[in-house]
């Protein structure tokens, strides 16, 4: 593979502007040369970012596909339900791809794109980045380096925050592959290689629900009355950040189709998706779940995943051996 990796991005989102931002930061490694989006103002922001020909900008990545290979790469960060097409018929052009996660949403859909890119001899590598964070790599070296022993038990956490909890409904995924898919990947990865026999999950939506609507709210939060009092406000979630000048994540995600400003977040809030009270729409996100995992040999681990946790909000990882 040559020393400068030529890419092509499907999908401009947030995923995909991220991850091919390490070519503005890398020159010499990677160059953007064509992107995919049905969103005008994502695909010419992209665009313009890495200075992509109009004759590599496409609204469909169909096109592209059908084209002969003028990428060595694809990074494909569509929405998780569209992740097995593009993956499939860029894998069967020879790109070598970099996929967001999950790798899909069934296990055939997987089973699919691995088919299809051995066929091809290609690279995929799924993006489970928490792999490669200097705390999961460290947790890694001391389990490797046999300093606790073998693992007997494994206590993982997510505190999600707010902002995770009170969007619009997860359409592609549910929240446990659409979020948490990283922890759940943290600790086979942590097991080193021990196969995952039994798994039980309990989950439940206990508290975003009409039951549970503050008196007199309204149905959105930009002229809801008892909106200050509301920990859930998107006004306090969205509007405050951007006040402060932060209109990066999540700021960023309500104002997908324009330039991100108070003006364009203030009227995606007044009539978009991100701006209806919580407990009146459509939300099917479970606010809370624990599974529980039994490997080969008799090592498990309980992952939990929990909302309303804005203060804490980081993860928190307990690994049992049996050295003392």
């Known amino acids: 593979m ?26 010499a490694r990677m160059k953007v040369i064509g992107v995919a989006d049905p969103r005008a103002f994502a695909r010419k922001a992209l665009q313009e970012a890495h200075k992509i020909d109009d004759d590599n900008v496409f609204e469909d990545w169909r096109p592209a596909a059908e084209r002969e290979r003028f990428a060595d790469a694809v990074i494909i960060a569509t929405p998780d339900r569209l992740h097995k097409a593009p993956a499939v018929a860029f894998a069967q052009r020879g790109y070598h791809i970099l996929l967001e996660k999950p790798m899909a949403v069934t ?11 051995q066929a091809s001899n290609i690279i ?49 995924s549910f929240s446990l592959l659409a979020k948490s898919c990283h922890d759940v990947d943290l600790i086979n990865f942590w097991m080193g290689g021990k196969r995952c026999l ?6 439940s939506l206990s508290h975003f629900t009409q039951q ?7 149905q959105r939060c930009l002229d809801c009355p008892v909106e ?20 990066h994540w999540p700021v960023s995600v309500v104002c ?47 992952f939990t995943m929990v ?18």
């Open 2 to 27: 040559p020393s400068q990796i030529r890419v092509l991005v499907i999908g401009a989102g947030n995923r995909g502007g991220n991850y091919s931002s390490f070519a503005l930061h890398y020159p």
């Open 107 to 117: 296990p055939e859909d997987c089973k699919e794109i691995v088919q299809a890119c």
């Open 124 to 172: 995929l590598t799924v993006c489970h980045v928490l792999r490669y964070h200097p705390v999961a790599l460290k947790i890694k070296e001391v389990l490797e380096r046999d300093l606790i022993g073998d693992i007997c038990h494994i206590q993982h956490l997510e505190p999600v925050s707010p902002s995770e909890k009170t969007g619009p409904s997860v359409e592609s």
């Open 198 to 203: 039994k798994v039980s999950s309990f989950g």
């Open 212 to 218: 549970h609507k503050p008196e007199g709210a309204a």
């Open 228 to 247: 200050q009092t509301c920990p859930y406000s998107a006004k306090k979630i969205y509007l405050k950040l951007a006040e402060d000048g932060h209109f």
């Open 256 to 302: 997908s189709s324009t330039q991100c400003d108070i003006e364009s977040l203030t009227q995606a809030l007044k009539h978009g998706l991100y701006g209806r009270c919580v407990y009146e729409c459509d939300n099917d996100v479970v606010t809370n779940q624990v599974v529980n995992m039994e490997f080969e040999g008799g090592t498990t681990a309980a």
């Open 307 to 324: 909302a309303f946790t804005e203060k804490l909000g980081v993860r928190k990882t307990t690994i049992y051996g049996t050295k003392k």
